[in-house]
């Protein structure tokens, strides 16, 4: 992949043709449909990373979530998800106007209580969340990565969490030191240099 084929994924192109495809993925008992296309995160597969996270917060989590925010949200791989297996109202926002419209598809077609926006980071943003879940994209540049993990806590309830995923050697330390500086952070999981990272407001 060249460098102006990965800028599509975080920004809008009108020349990129559509070339849909099909996704599956299986929770338990929960089956999922993804419609991707060019132009999004992770068009032929669930990433690792943002299954990992998925997966891990699922398997871990023990607090009652009543909303959640999924921040670069791709085609709506992990707030369709947890909205779906959680039954809780979810907004899913990306600056990438291809990834909300095939996160919309995806959210009828999973039958999920959630709704999918064009957001700059927190651009359109207006309510606060019990769970913001993100795997920021790493490509985008280290300013918006640590936008979306920072100004994370002015969207978080009072007892609320983010969740993120990060590869070690794209700085997964340097974020835990960084964000320890505003956040209570705990390192839930690592698996195959993937960092699970749970944040809460200290």
Same mark, same amino acid.
């Given at each position: 992949?060249?460098?102006?084929?990965? &800028?599509?994924?975080?920004?809008?192109?009108?020349?990129?043709?559509?070339?849909?495809?099909?996704?599956?993925?299986?929770?338990?008992?929960?089956?999922?449909?993804? $419609?991707?296309?060019?132009?999004?995160?992770?068009?032929?597969?669930?990433?690792?990373?943002?299954?990992?996270?998925? &997966? $891990?917060?699922?398997?871990?989590?023990?607090?009652?979530? =009543?909303?959640?925010?999924?921040?670069?949200?791709? %085609?709506?791989?992990?707030?369709?998800? @947890? #909205?779906?297996?959680?039954?809780?109202?979810?907004?899913?926002?990306?600056?990438?106007?291809?990834?909300?419209?095939?996160?919309?598809?995806?959210?009828? &077609? =999973?039958?999920?209580?959630?709704?999918?926006?064009?957001?700059?980071?927190?651009?359109?943003?207006?309510?606060?969340?019990?769970?913001?879940? $993100?795997? !920021? !994209?790493?490509?985008?540049?280290?300013?918006?990565? %640590?936008?979306?993990?920072?100004?994370?806590?002015?969207?978080?309830?009072?007892? #609320?969490?983010?969740?993120?995923?990060?590869?070690?050697?794209?700085?997964?330390?340097?974020?835990?030191? &960084? @964000?320890?500086?505003?956040?209570?952070?705990?390192?839930?999981?690592?698996?195959?240099?993937?960092?699970?990272?749970?944040?809460?407001?200290?």
């Amino acid at each position: 992949m060249n460098g102006d084929f990965l &800028e599509h994924y975080f920004t809008n192109s009108k020349e990129l043709k559509s070339e849909f495809r099909t996704i599956k993925y299986k929770y338990n008992e929960y089956q999922f449909i993804f $419609t991707s296309d060019n132009g999004v995160f992770s068009k032929d597969r669930i990433d690792f990373g943002s299954r990992a996270l998925v &997966e $891990t917060f699922l398997d871990t989590n023990t607090k009652k979530i =009543n909303s959640i925010l999924d921040v670069g949200c791709g %085609y709506g791989f992990m707030g369709i998800v @947890l #909205g779906k297996i959680l039954n809780v109202n979810t907004i899913l926002i990306d600056i990438n106007k291809r990834a909300v419209h095939l996160t919309e598809k995806n959210i009828k &077609e =999973n039958k999920v209580k959630a709704r999918s926006l064009v957001s700059d980071v927190y651009e359109n943003v207006e309510e606060r969340f019990d769970l913001i879940i $993100t795997n !920021p !994209p790493i490509r985008a540049g280290k300013k918006i990565v %640590y936008e979306i993990l920072k100004n994370a806590k002015e969207f978080l309830n009072s007892d #609320g969490e983010l969740w993120f995923v990060i590869r070690k050697e794209q700085g997964a330390k340097s974020a835990i030191k &960084e @964000l320890s500086e505003l956040y209570k952070i705990s390192l839930v999981k690592k698996i195959k240099g993937f960092y699970i990272i749970r944040a809460k407001i200290d």
